[in-house]
Structure formats: structure tokens, C-alpha cells
């Protein structure tokens, strides 16, 4: 009896390590096949953070450029500030130089008339005069 119960107590034995030398390597596999998933997933993120400096580098580019033209656009807007004043301060000149010259037209038009305006009155008074001595 002993030596049944020996043997049955080996038999468990071996069906324990049995059980458990499978369960190691279905374990091992499972891990394995974890490790493949992990990798493939960790090669996945890469790709995609590779994805995003790319895309990252071009918004740089992108922004290195709007921010060029802007500099750019403020400089000539400088530019056109000075122009636009200078030409405020040519035409704000000239508009003097107009209302001098008219000012100065009226006046010699005016001394011109006024001239005119003696001559004929003095005219009109030899005139007077000639026919004042013609009909006497």
C-alpha cells in the first residue's frame, strides 16, 4: 500500500510539474506575444512622434516666414507713413504757395482796376473838359 501511495503521490507529481512546466511556457509565450504587441505599439509612437516634429518643423518654417513678411510689411508701412507725410506737407505748401499767388493776383488785379478805374476818370474829366471848351 505504501508503495501505491508513492506511486500515486509521484504520478501527482509529475502531472503538477507537468501542469506547471505548460503553464510556464504558455505564460512565456503570452509574454512574448505581449512584448511583439508593446514593440509594435512603441514603433507605432514613434512613427507618429516622428509625424509630429516633421510637422512641427514645417509650422516653424511656416511661422519664420509669416513673421518675415510681417517685419517686412511694417517696414514699408514705415515707408508709406513717410511718404503719406510728406506729401500731407507738399500739398499743405502748395496749397499756401496757391492762396499766396491768388492773394497776390487779387491785389495787382485790384491796383490794376483801380489804375484803370483813375485813368478813365481823369479821361472822362478831359473829356469833360474838351467839351466844355468846344462848345463855348
Known amino acids: 500500500m505504501k508503495f501505491d501511495i508513492q506511486t500515486i503521490l509521484n504520478v501527482c507529481f509529475a502531472i503538477s510539474i507537468t501542469a506547471f512546466i505548460y503553464q510556464n511556457n504558455s505564460l512565456k509565450d503570452d509574454v512574448e506575444t505581449l512584448k511583439g504587441y508593446a514593440q509594435t505599439d512603441t514603433d507605432k509612437t514613434w512613427d507618429r512622434l516622428d509625424s509630429i516634429d516633421s510637422q512641427i518643423e514645417e509650422l516653424n518654417v511656416s511661422i519664420e516666414k509669416v513673421t518675415s513678411r510681417i ?10 507713413a513717410e511718404k503719406i507725410d510728406l506729401n500731407t506737407t507738399n ?14 493776383n487779387f491785389e495787382s488785379l485790384y491796383e490794376a482796376i483801380k489804375f484803370n478805374e483813375e485813368r478813365i476818370i481823369a479821361n472822362r474829366k478831359a473829356m469833360l473838359d474838351l467839351a466844355n471848351i468846344m462848345s463855348r
Not at 73 to 78: A, D, K, Q, V
Open 71 to 80: 517685419d517686412d510689411n511694417f517696414i514699408y508701412s514705415l515707408g508709406l
Open 91 to 104: 500739398l499743405t505748401n502748395l496749397y499756401d504757395g496757391v492762396e499766396d499767388m491768388s492773394t497776390k
